[in-house]
């Protein structure tokens, strides 16, 4: 069955760094999405990204974030200056289609920890 | 922000017995609910979904009900199994579908 893997599974950065998380959506998917989840809160939503745009962010996604899909497989966020508050687990997901109920499928998350 | 939101965060059942979560709303724009499942160290599973056109969806062990004007949804799981324990999370899309609001969870555990 097809899956949305993600790399690393834990990543630990001094407050400052650059950080990039990578993501390999299922392949026929054209749909990618970043959420986070801070540790006892909600799963958030970050940002959706089709044909090479970002259809939509949220306030979170601010100028210390950036998305990018650099070949045919991967889908990475970029945290460029990583602050404490950036500590949660990070969750790609993908989907076939947009609108209405698109199932996204999620990836297993890469925890971050920002020192 | 509690556009979505789960008011019990654990819920304790009997194997074989129905389990039932519940979720509530405020955005009237939500066209789209979504229940995912969730285990330690893994991302959200999709289980089911329903369009607000709809009032119940079916499939096998779960349904889902939505009570539209009381901006009211809930999973029905029967029977429970013990490899239902997870956290569960509800979720709602508007018709554009770009992105999911998520419940804060409820953790089902079902005792065999």
């Known amino acids: 069955e097809p899956e949305v893997t993600q790399t690393p599974s834990h990543q630990v950065t001094q407050m400052g760094q650059e950080v990039i998380l990578r993501c390999v959506p299922i392949?026929?998917?054209?749909?990618f999405y970043w959420y986070r989840q801070i540790l006892g809160q909600k799963v958030e939503f970050l940002v959706s990204?089709?044909?090479?745009?970002?259809?939509?962010k949220s306030e979170i996604f601010d100028d210390q974030f950036s998305v990018e899909r650099p070949d045919g497989s991967n889908f990475t966020l970029k945290i460029r200056s990583t602050k404490l508050e950036d500590s949660a687990m990070y969750f790609c997901?993908?989907?076939?289609?947009?609108?209405?109920?698109?199932?996204?499928?999620f990836g297993p998350g890469t925890r971050l920890t920002v020192l | 922000d509690q556009q979505v939101k789960q008011n019990s965060p654990s819920l304790s059942v009997q194997e074989g017995r129905i389990s039932i979560l519940n979720c509530d709303y405020t955005?009237?724009?939500?066209?789209?609910f979504l229940w995912y499942k969730k285990y330690p160290a893994e991302g959200p599973t999709f289980l089911i979904s329903?369009?607000?056109?709809?009032d119940k969806n079916e499939d096998g062990r779960f349904t889902v009900f939505l009570n539209k004007s009381a901006k009211h949804l809930s999973l029905h799981i029967v029977p429970s199994q013990p490899g239902d324990s997870a956290v569960y999370f509800c979720?709602?899309?508007?018709?554009?579908?770009?992105?999911?609001?998520f419940g804060g969870g409820t953790r089902l555990m079902v005792k065999p």
């Open positions: 392949s026929n998917h054209l749909y």
């Open positions: 990204f089709y044909n090479n745009e970002i259809s939509e």
């Open positions: 997901a993908s989907s076939g289609t947009s609108g209405g109920a698109n199932e996204q499928f």
């Open positions: 329903i369009s607000s056109i709809k």
């Open positions: 955005n009237s724009m939500f066209d789209y």
């Open positions: 979720a709602a899309s508007d018709n554009a579908g770009n992105m999911l609001t």
